[in-house]
């Protein structure tokens, strides 16, 4: 089993910056791709970013240039770093791993709210 926690989120102002953390623990071994999707109210879940254990980075279109993902390896943590937020952003950000297979491992999430 794997353990993803994340850590960092909360109440920001727009225009203001968040960097979220993500660990994962456990059987990490074989995981490939690590990523953060969100979820607003009333709203579905949709991808932030992934990055695989080789770098690659794929991000959703409309949040290119504010976020930035990055990922250490040796301590299998992944980061999420948010800027020129705005109060569309507010959402539970979760952090996800991903092996071969299909077999994925989500955290709980991290609330992110940014107010007007």
């Known amino acids: 089993q794997v353990q993803v926690v994340e850590s960092g989120g909360g109440l920001v102002q727009a225009g203001g910056s968040l960097r979220l953390s993500c660990a994962a623990s456990?059987?990490?071994?074989?995981?490939?791709?690590m990523g953060w999707y969100r979820q607003a109210p009333g709203k579905p879940r949709e991808l932030v970013a992934t990055i695989t254990s080789g770098g690659n980075t794929n991000y959703a279109d409309s949040l290119k240039g504010r976020f930035t993902i990055s990922r250490d390896n040796a301590n299998n943590t992944v980061y999420l770093q948010m800027n020129s937020l705005k109060p569309e952003d507010t959402a539970v950000y979760y952090c996800?791993?991903?092996?071969?297979?299909?077999?994925?491992?989500w955290g709980r999430g991290t609330q992110v709210t940014v107010s007007s």
């Open positions: 456990g059987s990490i071994f074989s995981i490939k791709t």
């Open positions: 996800n791993a991903a092996k071969p297979w299909g077999v994925q491992y």
